[in-house]
């Protein structure tokens, strides 16, 4: 069987004499009579994530108005994609790591280089994010999601226990991940490094950062967030029309005015599965960004809680998983990577409910998209892969919150 509750965190995968046990490595045991077995993954996580697929291509199928078919198709094949690397990774990832190319330093130059080149694509929907390879768009700050929490995860491994003594050593980490965020800004997107900004914070002080130390680059980061957000023209008119959306319903709160109506018409139970009628050309992007929408007004709030109960379960979880991680590397691999999946999560349905102003940010599982829908699986590869290759050891952390207690 291949995947097993980790709720125990005892070992029930190796026995304890086997004779070819590496604990150096962190792989599952190997025997010369056996050969090689597959990693017990987390049942609860595979099963959610596999869960979320499978409603994620339901809804994309639904939400599509007139060409429900060909995205549909589309995005099964993306779909399959992802598991399938998702499948590859749970059980390689960490085997991976010792290729050279793939060390994270080494991932962030391959990312810096797709993020520079996409700037120099043609514009789509007046912007730079794609790079048109005709039968499949990439997304290059996608990838970015997942490069530079890996990068940022290896850097205070290699200085855990030192961050509250020596602010320096943030220096490294707030520089790499100022460029990769400026390089996303330049693609006229703010949604991307606004998520990832909030992600890269949260590592820091989880790894033991002090408020003090980030208070300074706060300070200059701020005068570039002003200009960003109220001197630039269609983002002031976003800003402007979220507080009051039903006085511009004509023009730049036409989206959210939309998605509003969507979610109110569904009530409890909703018009039921299909019988949505604000995706009848009427709410823009009701297949990507405003999925949530849709399925408010299809499942209603009753069954569309089960959603957001889903995603605060898988946040909840991973964070239990990152708790009891073997190595500072492991913890923060899985907690960044789930908070990056969550908190996405949280914007768009935020979004979508006019809890924030309008920004074309994903649903994670849902939303159609390749670039989006293959890397969160991916993700969700990496953060089982490190989960059970942790669950094979004996000697686990008691919890990440001993971070801090080091730094003192």
């Not at 409603?55 to 993306?78: E, P, W």
């Not at 400026?182 to 490094?193: M, Q, R, S, W």
């Not at 299809?298 to 069954?303: T, Y």
């Amino acid at each position: 069987m291949l995947f097993s509750k980790t709720s125990k965190r005892k070992n029930t995968f190796i026995k304890k004499n086997a004779p070819f046990y590496r604990r150096e490595t962190g792989f599952s045991a190997r025997t010369k009579k056996d050969g090689w077995s597959p990693l017990k993954l987390d049942q609860s996580v595979a099963y959610i994530s596999f869960i979320f697929v499978l409603v994620g291509l339901i809804f994309t199928y639904s939400s599509s108005a007139f060409d429900s078919s060909a995205f549909f198709k589309r995005q099964l094949v993306f779909d399959c994609l992802g598991v399938l690397a998702a499948l590859f990774l749970s059980q390689t990832y960490t085997k991976l790591q010792k290729i050279k190319l793939l060390k994270p330093i080494n991932l962030m130059y391959i990312t810096w280089v797709l993020l520079i080149i996409v700037l120099f694509t043609r514009t789509q929907a007046n912007v730079h994010r794609w790079i048109d390879f005709g039968f499949f768009k990439l997304q290059p700050s996608e990838i970015a999601k997942v490069t530079l929490v890996i990068y940022v995860a290896d850097y205070l491994d290699g200085v855990s226990g030192k961050l509250a003594k020596n602010w320096k050593l943030l220096i490294k980490p707030l520089a790499v991940a100022g460029f990769t965020l400026a390089l996303i800004l330049a693609e006229k997107d703010i949604g991307t490094p606004t998520l990832m900004g909030a992600v890269f914070v949260c590592m820091l002080l989880v790894a033991g950062a002090r408020f003090l130390h980030l208070f300074v680059p706060a300070l200059i980061i701020s005068p570039l967030l002003i200009q960003q957000l109220f001197f630039v023209g269609y983002r002031r008119q976003r800003i402007f029309s979220f507080l009051n959306p039903f006085e511009t319903a004509g023009s730049t709160g036409y989206q959210l005015v939309q998605s509003l109506l969507a979610v109110g018409s569904g009530g409890w139970f909703g018009k039921g599965l299909g019988n949505s009628e604000l995706k009848l050309e009427y709410l823009p992007a009701a297949h990507t960004d405003f999925i949530f929408s849709i399925m408010c007004e299809e499942f209603g709030l009753f069954r569309v809680t089960l959603v957001i109960v889903g995603f605060c379960w898988l946040l909840v979880r991973g964070i239990s998983l990152a708790r009891v991680a073997k190595t500072t590397f492991h913890s923060l691999v899985i907690f960044g990577l789930t908070i990056t999946i969550c908190m996405q999560a949280f914007f768009n349905m935020a979004m979508a409910i006019g809890l924030l102003p309008t920004k074309g940010i994903a649903l994670p599982f849902f939303s159609y998209g390749g670039s989006s829908v293959i890397m969160t699986l991916v993700m969700m590869g990496i953060i089982l892969n490190v989960a059970a290759v942790d669950h094979t050891q004996n000697n686990l952390r008691d919890d990440v919150t001993n971070y801090k207690n080091r730094n003192k």
